[in-house]
């Protein structure tokens, strides 16, 4: 088993940064990628960007250039570091892992997930 938990979410300004961290505890070397997720109000969760056991990532093209992934050497927590932040950013953002090779529909372990709110 593995857990995951996030932190980090709290309420920014438009234009604003920050920075969500997942700490992975358990079986985190059956972990073969993690991945950051978010879910605004009304809409379904959708995949923000992925790092594989490997190092490579993976972003959702909306998000490709605000949105940076990356973990420390340990691989026992994984960052997103998200800039020039707009009020559509807005969303619960979840971190999640899996066991086996990356793919956004099917992934393992979730966490609570952490609250961002951007402020016009």
């Known amino acids: 088993q593995v857990q995951l938990v996030e932190s980090g979410g709290g309420l920014v300004q438009a234009g604003g940064s920050l920075r969500l961290s997942c700490a992975a505890s358990g079986s985190i070397d059956s972990i073969l990628a993690m991945a950051w997720y978010r879910q605004a109000p009304g809409k379904q969760r959708e995949l923000v960007a992925a790092?594989?056991?490997?190092?490579?990532?993976i972003y959702a093209d909306s998000m490709k250039g605000r949105f940076t992934i990356s973990r420390d050497n340990g691989r026992i927590t994984v960052y997103l570091q998200m800039s020039t932040l707009k009020p559509e950013d807005t969303a619960v953002y979840y971190c999640?892992?899996?066991?086996?090779?990356?793919?956004?529909?099917?992934?393992?372990?979730w966490g609570k997930g952490t609250l961002v709110t951007v402020s016009s």
């Open positions: 790092i594989t056991r490997g190092g490579t990532t």
């Open positions: 999640a892992a899996t066991r086996t090779s990356f793919r956004p529909e099917k992934m393992d372990y």
